[in-house]
């Protein structure tokens, strides 16, 4: 049966992946996009027009409760990708994190009880977690924030399990490992080295090369949101979605180096590191309670979802500014 849903962050990398599999998979979908003056609707508008005509969007600020409650008017289920993202962006920007990421996740859980919203997807992230005390991490590892980001989320997750624990929501708090593949900005590791390699660069930009990551690839990631929306035994939960295996960035970056532009060198660069502190350096993800809850696996290699994102950013370079480094 087709279940009416929101998307908050419809807009953006995830959040539009998201949406295009909701739809694909017959929901009666409404995009909550970013309000601008440009009337830009981000990744929703690159989709194609079987997809794009099938969702209804919405121009809103999470930020702002009565366009939240608006928006989540008549919608069974809500996916809450809605968020301030980038770790550099929140050490001189905390204060935006704060008004996004919790009181953002704040009006959309006040909505939800005000309007008896059957379903809640909030998402979280695995940087919650911080640089692994153990391995792999399952959803008992302690939190540790270790960026204004990561607090944030932490806040607007303990939000989530306080509403369930207070007044019975429906909530489930999502948690992905490092989700990579089409649309990522560039901002991100694996675009970052793409791009550049795409460009001919002979020197490819980075920071720290040692930490090691547990890459997700998106369409795997939409997929978790989903199987846990469809399971009433994950109300009230808190669930990793992870591969189990962790590829370090160096190790990452030779061998995009070796499949794209063998010549070219790695170069470290000091803006791009991370304060020694804030560094996560270790995530490798345990989903085995999403599995054995409900049967979600990946469907994708690591090497299918890097072909597929180094496809398109070949055919997006463009997109891409190329070398510089986003906040």
Not at 63 to 74: I, K, L, Q, S
Request: some cysteine; glycine content about 8%.
């Amino acid at each position: 049966m087709a279940h009416t849903v929101l998307v908050t962050g419809a807009d953006g990398f995830i959040g539009s992946h998201l949406t295009e599999e909701l739809v694909k998979r017959g929901e009666k979908v409404r995009a909550f996009c970013y309000y601008n003056s440009f009337g830009s609707c981000g990744w929703i508008d690159t989709l194609s027009p079987e997809i794009r005509n099938e969702i209804e969007t919405f121009s809103g600020d999470i930020r702002d409760p009565n366009g939240v409650r608006t928006a989540m008017r008549g919608q069974q289920r809500v996916y809450h990708l809605a968020a301030l993202v980038a770790i550099p962006f929140s050490y001189h920007s905390p204060d935006s994190y704060v008004d996004t990421n919790i009181k953002g996740t704040l009006n959309v859980l006040n909505a939800a009880r005000e309007l008896g919203t059957e379903r809640i997807m909030v998402t979280s992230t695995s940087e919650v977690y911080g640089t692994a005390i153990y391995v792999p991490i399952d959803e008992k590892h302690p939190y540790q924030g270790q960026s204004p980001y990561s607090a944030t989320k932490i806040g607007a997750d303990r939000l989530a399990e306080s509403f369930y624990r207070s007044f019975d929501l429906p909530v489930s708090i999502v948690r992905p490992f490092n989700t990579f593949g089409p649309r990522q900005s560039g901002r991100a590791v694996i675009p970052t080295i793409i791009s550049q390699l795409i460009a001919g660069q002979s020197e490819i930009k980075l920071g720290k090369l040692s930490p090691t990551r547990d890459f997700n690839y998106v369409k795997d990631t939409a997929a978790g949101f989903m199987a846990i929306a469809d399971c009433q035994e994950a109300i009230g939960q808190e669930l990793n979605i992870a591969t189990g295996v962790e590829h370090s960035i160096g190790d990452l970056a030779n061998e995009l180096i070796a499949q794209i532009n063998p010549s070219a060198k790695i170069v470290c660069e000091e803006e791009r590191l991370r304060p020694e502190k804030s560094e996560v350096n270790r995530l490798l993800g345990d989903a085995t309670k999403l599995r054995t809850m409900t049967g979600w696996a990946p469907k994708y290699t690591f090497e299918q979802g890097l072909a597929e994102t180094i496809d398109f950013i070949r055919n997006n370079l463009d997109s891409y500014k190329v070398g510089q480094y986003i906040l």
